[in-house]
T-cell receptor, first 111, second 113 residues
Framework: RKEVEQDPGPFNVPEGATVAFNCTYS??????FFWYRQDCRKEPKLLMS???SGNEDGRFTAQLNRASQYISLLIRDSKLSDSATYLC????????????FGKGTLLTVNP | DGGITQSPKYLFRKEGQNVTLSCEQN?????MYWYRQDPGQGLRLIYY???????QKGDIAEGYSVSREKKESFPLTVTSAQKNPTAFYLC????????????FGPGTRLTVL
């Protein structure tokens, strides 16, 4: 099992739709989880941090399921500007320094 | 404005040449990282540094070297030993007390001609 795996995508959804991404991780000792957004040819930008069971920020909700070792990102009422690649990142085995990133899921929101 | 800067934005190199990519941060972060991203791929860790004068190899350190002489700076040298250096290079930094949240610079696109 890979350290961090994401839905391969791509996801194509209409404006206003709700879309969810999943990310599984293999290291049960991981303590910190993150979702990043990366626009084409740009750097990743931190979208949400998940330290306990979940986190919500406006239209975005991140959830953590430690028993099944996955995190999810839910985007409600999708906007055209949400089109991007979404990367999940998982802290590596208790260290506060190293993150392992998934390969990302491409989302395109269509008018 | 606090942030992470990388230079140059674009870099072209002839085969057999070493090049150094700059990364500077004024966020007072303890840790700094270098990643490589290839098209359609995730980020792969090259080197990271937790404190000044100390650094560790990541998953793909071969053909690269780094230094950490100052807290603010973590330059990456891509040596001629790196077989496929053409890629997007990203520098990041973090505070260890924040659980590892990493913030990225704008990146350097290196092309080997």
């Amino acid at each position: 099992r890979k350290e961090v795996e994401q839905d391969p995508g791509p996801f194509n959804v209409p404006e206003g739709a709700t879309v969810a991404f999943n990310c599984t991780y293999s290291n049960s000792a991981s303590q910190s989880f993150f979702w990043y957004r990366q626009d084409c040819r740009k750097e990743p930008k931190l979208l949400m941090s998940v330290y306990s069971s979940g986190n919500e920020d406006g239209r975005f909700t991140a959830q953590l399921n430690r028993a099944s070792q996955y995190i999810s990102l839910l985007i409600r009422d999708s906007k055209l500007s949400d089109s991007a690649t979404y990367l999940c990142a998982v802290n590596s085995g208790g260290s506060n320094y190293k993150l392992t990133f998934g390969k990302g899921t491409l989302l395109t929101v269509n008018p | 404005d606090g942030g992470i800067t990388q230079s140059p934005k674009y870099l072209f190199r002839k085969e057999g040449q070493n090049v150094t990519l700059s990364c500077e941060q004024n966020l007072n972060h303890d840790a700094m990282y270098w990643y490589r991203q290839d098209p359609g791929q995730g980020l792969r860790l090259i080197y990271y540094s937790q404190i000044v004068n100390d650094f560790q190899k990541g998953d793909i350190a071969e053909g690269y070297s780094v230094s950490r002489e100052k807290k603010e700076s973590f330059p990456l040298t891509v040596t001629s030993a790196q077989k496929n250096p053409t890629a997007f290079y990203l520098c990041a930094s973090s505070l260890w007390t924040k659980g590892g949240e990493q913030f990225f610079g704008p990146g350097t696109r290196l092309t080997v001609l």
